[in-house]
């Protein structure tokens, strides 16, 4: 088993990655102290784990809510069945929940635990990469209003992360890829080490070799561990995970969330931000090949073609990151380094994104 640690001082857990955790009953009593625990998860997480989680967690007092699956579901609805759970079984202040499935049911998971009774503890047992990755370490959690994704949530840090890796073998494959978009990302930020380490494991990761992603999960826990610990609620440094993300959501909202999953187009705005970075003379012809092949590799795209260059303009400048300062993007000095960077004028990335 690896373990990352997530340093915010009173707020601090442990990320523990590796096989067969979910069947752990040492790791998870020693990690949930709670009596009353209830497992949110969602109808297609639940026929595939629900039954073992339960027998591990059998002597606590045990609910469960099982959600319908799909990012539509990720809303105050939702959230509202996961409170009433908690109230028609009783539930006090000192009660656990615990996520069981990807970055859907893991954020609302995290907002209802993050408001109920102001706060209850709450468990992230990731089950897709892209959740294992990144969105069950950081505390960010949210629902979406139906004209704007993750407008209503909380900064809430889990009490800890349990990251079965056996769990990716049911994943399917396209959610496989997805998720190591958001790996190569953290390579290009922070750690050629790791970009270089893809290069020669992508074909392992693929075949979901334990050791090759045990290493994956582990070095991109850490990576943001790191982050998260130096800037909690995204006022500068932790932006730096958005590498790609301005592009993407653009993109995201382009396609009304059917047309590419979430990493598909990270990918694509990663690839779109490393030609922006070149076009400022910071990468060279060759990085960006270097990129967009390895992201081929992790059998993601890297464009986007029919789309209008205004139109991904319009949507950018609309980011809910763009702040009073105007739109940031992360662009690249070199491979293995991000920066948050005003945005550079819109002839110069009309022209990119041409
Ligand atoms: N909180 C954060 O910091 C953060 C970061 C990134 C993304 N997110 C959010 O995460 C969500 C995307 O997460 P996701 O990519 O995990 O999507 P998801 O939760 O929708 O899961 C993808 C699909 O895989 C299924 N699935 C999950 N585990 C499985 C398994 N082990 N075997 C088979 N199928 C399985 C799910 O039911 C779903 O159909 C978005 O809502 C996004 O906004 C949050």
Redesign the pocket.
């Known amino acids: 088993m690896e373990v990352v640690d997530v340093s915010l001082g009173r707020r601090s857990y442990r990320i523990h990655i590796g096989p067969g955790l979910m069947r752990d009953a040492n790791l998870l009593n020693a990690t949930v102290s709670a009596r009353q625990v209830l497992i949110v998860t ?1 109808d ?2 639940a026929p ?2 629900l039954d073992g989680l339960r027998a591990v967690l059998q002597d606590r007092e045990l609910r469960t809510v099982v959600l319908p ?3 539509r579901h ?1 809303t105050l609805d939702t959230f509202s069945r996961i409170v009433d759970e908690l109230i028609d079984g009783n539930f006090h202040r000192d009660a656990c929940l615990v996520a069981l ?7 609302v998971a ?1 907002f209802a635990a993050a408001c109920y009774q102001r706060g209850i503890d709450f468990l992230q047992m ?3 990469l ?2 294992q990755v ?2 069950s ?2 505390g ?3 629902v979406n209003h139906p004209r704007a ?2 407008m209503i949530g909380a900064f809430y840090q889990p009490i800890g992360v349990v990251a079965d890796t056996d ?2 073998r ?3 494959p396209r ?1 496989l890829s ?2 190591l978009a ?1 790996v190569v990302k953290y390579g290009l930020i922070l750690d050629l080490e790791l970009f270089e380490w893809l290069e020669k494991n992508m074909e392992a990761l693929l075949a979901l070799d334990p050791a090759a992603l045990a290493h994956a999960v582990r070095r991109s826990c850490e990576i943001k561990a790191a982050i998260v610990a130096e800037d909690e609620q995204e006022r500068g440094r932790r932006a730096l995970l958005n590498l790609g993300h301005t592009f993407g959501h653009a993109l995201e909202s382009i396609g009304r969330y059917e047309k590419w ?3 598909e187009a990270v990918a694509i705005g990663i690839s779109l931000a490393a030609s922006t970075s070149r076009a400022l003379g910071w990468l060279g012809a060759d990085d960006c090949a270097r990129i967009d092949a390895l992201l081929r590799r992790a059998r993601l795209p890297v464009a986007a073609p029919g789309i209008d260059a205004d139109e991904m303009l319009s949507h950018m400048s609309r980011d809910k990151k763009a702040g009073r300062e105007g739109l940031k993007l992360v662009l690249l000095e070199r491979i293995g380094r991000g920066v948050v960077t005003p945005a550079p004028d819109d002839a110069l990335l009309r022209g990119v994104l041409a």
């Open positions: 969602n297609v997480v595939l784990y699956d799909g990012e990720k499935g990807g970055g859907v049911v893991g954020d995290g990731p089950t897709t892209l959740a990144d969105s370490v950081g960010k959690t949210a994704k993750n769990s990716l049911t994943l399917p959610e997805a998720g958001e999953l979430h990493g």
